[in-house]
């Protein structure tokens, strides 16, 4: 690219939200330093998703100034996803491309005159951890546990009680331990990622320094790369309006502010007496949780109680997949049901909407306590609530509508999380503007990576 000094080269891994958050960090890169240009490669799901495959073309097809995206064709027939065994068959497929990963990196090295390092092919790598730190943190604790002192980790994930983890101020119920974890395939997924972190010049993570001061502070003195704080970043087109949520916006702008409330059940946010917007979607069999994502109801009263979209017309409205950031974004809304992704977190904050966590899987429950525990930037709806996706003979817990009715209430009224989200607010923004923590820190990688090639 013209006037290019530099080329960055990121490879997500095919899941949206990662491919997302990597496409904004590289936006966040190329207007710091106009010298940077960056290559994406873009590889398809190893399942069909038809919404993540448009997704991924159509990125293909963007034309953005100082950022291309390139797809990676596989050389070889993909190995299937496995649920029993998902990071090995994962890891599997993301090596199935590593021939084409190859091919296109000896491309762009050789297009941008870095033929020496095209021989020896072993440019300087970082890495983008789009969750935060103190989940990062927790993975490079069980990694040290294994590696330095041979500890059982199976024994370890799936005792009771509390464990003690450096980057969290509090002991850690293990009743939020993550559940891919507590199991072999799991772990040895976690160990193996930690081991590539190790060999890179530094780790970018999506958080910022005042929101997660002691998480951060957790990894000086260790032997593992230097942590930048370089958030939130954040994929903010949603704030403009989609017209097929329309009616939703019209509804919105007639009610007064911080009133409206997502996701969750019928009798539970009829009790609760506060207005709502309920994003209402059908969730796949769980042995299809891995290939096919959720789906909105052709007609979402056939699982609502009898007469409950009558009863609610005037306070609340059901809707299937919702456009989140312009919700967020929208004056009406005073509070958010969330299942506690990272990205919905930041974005939260970004808004100033205070959170009540209702997480399902994943790190979500460590995302929950965090904000709950942690940082009391949230209130309890049910942090420890986990979604058995996986085991469709497993129990089912049932969240009642009694603490769905508590949580909300909750939300809506302790003025002292609300004030305490408001300050982060400010802060999230602060500390991406000129002079600020991660905008310090963008600046010091960009400085970092120019050194390398100037």
């Not at 491309?97 to 072993?122: P, W, Y």
């Amino acid at each position: 690219m013209e006037n290019t000094v530099a080329e960055l080269v990121f490879i997500p891994a095919p899941a949206v939200g990662d491919i997302m958050s990597t496409v904004e960090m590289a936006k966040v890169l190329v207007k710091c330093d106009q010298r940077l240009s960056v290559t994406v490669l873009l590889m398809n799901p190893p399942f069909s998703i038809l919404a993540l495959t448009t997704y991924i073309e159509s990125l293909a097809k963007n034309i953005l100034e100082h950022i291309r995206f390139v797809q990676v064709p596989q050389e070889q027939t993909p190995p299937k996803l496995d649920p029993i065994a998902p990071f090995i068959s994962f890891t599997e497929f993301i090596n199935s491309h590593c021939k084409s990963v190859r091919n296109i990196l000896k491309d762009v090295m050789d297009q941008t005159g870095c033929s020496r390092v095209a021989d020896e092919f072993n440019p300087p790598t970082d890495v983008y951890f789009p969750s935060n730190a103190a989940f990062l943190g927790f993975k490079l604790h069980f990694e040290t546990l294994y590696v330095d002192q041979n500890q059982d980790l199976i024994e370890l994930a799936n005792s009771e009680g509390e464990i003690v983890i450096p980057s969290f101020v509090n002991p850690i119920p293990m009743k939020v331990f993550p559940d891919p974890y507590q199991k072999q395939d799991g772990l040895d997924f976690l160990i193996c990622a930690i081991g590539k972190m190790r060999k890179a010049k530094g780790i970018m993570v999506n958080t910022f320094l005042e929101l997660e001061t002691h998480a951060m502070k957790s990894f000086s003195g260790t032997n593992f790369p230097p942590v930048y704080p370089v958030g939130p970043v954040l994929n903010l087109d949603g704030v403009i309006r989609i017209v097929d949520e329309s009616d939703v916006f019209s509804w919105l702008d007639s009610q007064p502010p911080s009133s409206a409330q997502v996701k969750e059940i019928a009798r539970g946010l009829e009790q609760s007496g506060h207005r709502f917007v309920w994003s209402l979607r059908r969730l796949p069999p769980p042995e299809q949780s891995f290939q096919v994502l959720p789906d909105d109801y052709d007609d979402p009263r056939v699982v609502l109680p009898d007469g409950f979209q009558e009863r609610t017309s005037g306070i609340g409205r059901v809707i299937g997949w919702a456009p989140q950031v312009s919700l967020l974004a929208h004056e009406a809304v005073g509070g958010f049901v969330s299942h506690c992704g990272w990205n919905s977190m930041l974005e939260s904050l970004w808004f100033g909407v205070p959170t009540a966590t209702l997480p399902m899987y994943w790190e979500q429950q460590m995302n929950a306590f965090e904000m709950v525990v942690e940082l009391r930037l949230a209130v309890d709806l049910k942090l420890d609530y986990k979604m058995n996706v996986h085991n469709s003979e497993g129990d089912m817990v049932i969240v009642t509508a009694e603490e769905i009715e508590t949580g909300i209430r909750q939300l809506m009224e302790n003025k002292e999380v609300r004030a305490k989200v408001k300050e982060m607010n400010k802060m999230s923004r602060e500390t991406v503007a000129k002079g600020g923590s991660s905008y310090s820190s963008v600046g010091y990688i960009l400085k970092e990576i120019m050194t390398n090639v100037i």
